[in-house]
């Protein structure tokens, strides 16, 4: 079955940039899927980052959208996640994780990555 | 709307039923998911759609839905089913694309 699995430095300094990967195994990234990064700030709730199609359209949270850009790699089978100009309240575990949907009114994210913690300090 | 409110916390005897609730605009067009996430561990799906659940959940998960409002139900919950649970769905205003609940903490009592 589809596996996830999240990659990228643990630590990035305020004002830099934080960026991970997403490698996809046991299926196809240019499956009728799109992709998506979530995040959990410790002790707090999921949060929606944005999502890429295998194509390259992208759909991005408006709270996040000016710093974040989300791009494909279909020779290597996985996506990444780039997020500018982070502070301390950037800090959070960062999922990976396929969507998938029927009819247009059901949309579900299944499998997940195991998370990645980023923390912002100096 | 973007919002998807569910109590912060709700407890269940061993054994017994508890049912979790998500409210927000978005569910009058869009079907709930739901998702188990205990400490320290990725979120897992488990329930989908009308009232679907992956393959390796209990039976004893299951969905509806009535207005603006989903429910995720356990009956007879089980020790291993205290976690945090949160529901997500599209966002009808088309600005937000995807929205997840507040989470909801089970513990069994």
């Known amino acids: 079955q589809v596996q996830l699995q999240e990659s990228g430095p643990g630590l990035v300094k305020p004002s830099g940039t934080l960026s991970l990967t997403c490698a996809v195994s046991?299926?196809?990234?240019?499956?009728?899927?799109?992709w998506s990064w979530v995040r959990q700030p410790p002790g707090k709730g999921l949060e929606w980052i944005g999502e890429i199609y295998h194509s390259g359209s992208t759909n991005y949270n408006p709270s996040l959208k000016s710093r974040v850009t989300i791009s494909v790699d279909k020779s290597k089978n996985q996506f990444s996640l780039k997020l500018s100009s982070v502070t301390a309240a950037d800090t959070a575990v960062y999922y990976c994780a396929r969507v998938s949907g029927y009819d247009l009114i059901s949309w579900w994210f299944d499998p997940w990555g195991q998370g990645t913690l980023v923390t912002v300090s100096s | 709307s973007s919002e998807l409110t569910q109590d912060p916390a709700v407890s269940v005897a061993l054994g017994q039923t508890v049912r979790i609730t998500c409210q927000g605009d978005s569910l009058r067009s869009y079907y709930a998911s739901w998702y188990q996430q205990k400490p320290g561990q990725a979120p897992v799906l488990v329930i989908y759609g009308k009232n679907n659940r992956p393959s390796g959940i209990p039976d004893r998960f299951s969905g509806s839905s009535s207005g603006n409002t989903a429910s995720l139900t356990i009956t007879g919950a089980q020790a291993e089913d205290e976690a945090d649970y949160y529901c997500?769905?599209?966002?009808?205003?088309?600005?937000?694309?995807?929205?997840f609940g507040t989470g909801t903490k089970v513990t069994v009592l």
């Open positions: 046991g299926g196809s990234i240019s499956s009728s899927n799109w």
């Open positions: 997500n769905s599209r966002d009808s205003s088309g600005n937000h694309p995807y929205v």
